[in-house]
């Protein structure tokens, strides 16, 4: 006595059994009804516009997971051969400086080696002389202009600062 | 970050130098005598001590002098041969200095207090009678 299920395990290739003529229809059938479900299956993808693929698709890609990339390098990485360069420049134009301030500086003890520069002479912002008279020279020659304060005693009889 | 640092530091360094100045002094006897005469360390001033009113004298002798270093703000005293004197730095500039002078005689007393604007590289000269003779002192700065 064969029953229904192994007439659908036969119709599925699933298992060999000996067909009589009700089993044969019964198969056809169940093959019949596979036919009319895939049509309809595949009629039914068919209507999904083409559109709604797409948006699947772009949520199936948010979902996977990117691998780690290496993080990008740093504004001062990128730049630091530049930061470098222009931090030693700077160094060196300021030691330049300095040693050429120094150079110029009076040694101690030779007050002939100071160069006397030529300029804007110098101005009497105030002049109090006790006991004297004073008076302001501009000696000028060719290396600038000195100014001279000389202390002449108020008593022709009397000496400045004398002992 | 090392040249960073040693940059500030560089340019610290040159801010610093703009409160001092490094001076030079002379402090000279002045008599009258028969020719010129004037000692070799005085030379830097010889064409100024030809001209008037140091030109009242024809020998000129070093009393004292030498470097002078000056701090804004900080009167240096000097001790004189003859007297004593007073130099304060009030202000500078790269190119001109501010100082303010006291000139005491032997006596001790006062003779002169001075504030000049003066040009860095100019020599600066006070002087006053002794008797027949002259005292001076004369001061440049950078």
New interface residues.
């Given amino acids: 006595m064969k029953r229904d299920v192994d007439y659908m395990e036969h119709a599925d290739g699933e298992a060999e059994t000996e067909l009589d003529a009700d089993g044969r229809a019964k198969v056809a059938a169940v093959h019949e009804l596979g036919e009319l479900v895939r049509g309809r299956l595949e009629r039914a993808a068919d209507d999904v516009p083409e559109a709604r693929f797409a948006q699947m698709w772009a949520d199936i890609d948010k979902k996977i997971v990117p691998i780690d990339a290496p993080p990008s390098p740093s504004w001062f990485d990128r730049y630091r051969g530049y930061m470098i360069t222009a931090a030693i420049s700077a160094g060196a134009v300021a030691a330049l400086a300095i040693v050429l301030r120094q150079s110029s500086a009076p040694p101690a003890g030779a007050a002939g080696a100071l160069a006397p520069v030529v300029h804007r002479p110098s101005e009497i912002e105030s002049l109090d002389t006790p006991g004297g008279n004073g008076t302001v020279f501009n000696v000028a020659d060719e290396d600038g202009n000195t100014t001279v304060i000389w202390v002449t005693p108020t008593d022709p009889t009397d000496n400045v600062g004398s002992e | 970050m090392k040249?960073?640092v040693?940059?500030a530091l560089?340019?610290s360094?040159?801010a610093v130098?703009d409160d001092r100045a490094?001076?030079?002094?002379?402090e000279i006897h002045a008599t009258a005598g028969k020719t010129f005469t004037i000692d070799p360390?005085l030379?830097?001033l010889e064409?100024?001590l030809k001209?008037?009113?140091?030109s009242s004298w024809n020998t000129f002798h070093k009393l004292s002098?030498?470097?002078l270093a000056l701090e804004k703000l900080k009167a240096e005293p000097l001790k004189l041969g003859q007297?004593a004197a007073s130099i304060l730095l009030r202000d500078r500039t790269d190119?001109?200095l501010?100082l303010t002078v006291s000139?005491?005689?032997?006596?001790g007393?006062?003779?002169?207090?001075?504030?000049?604007?003066?040009?860095?590289?100019?020599?600066?000269?006070?002087?006053?009678?002794?008797?027949d003779d002259g005292?001076i002192l004369a001061l440049?700065c950078?």
């Fill in positions: 040249y960073l040693l940059a560089l340019v360094r040159l130098a490094q001076c030079s002094y002379l360390e030379q830097p064409k100024k001209k008037p009113p140091l002098g030498g470097p007297g190119t001109r501010e000139i005491d005689g032997a006596d007393k006062r003779v002169l207090d001075n504030k000049q604007d003066v040009a860095a590289g100019d020599w600066i000269v006070w002087g006053h009678n002794v008797k005292h440049i950078k």
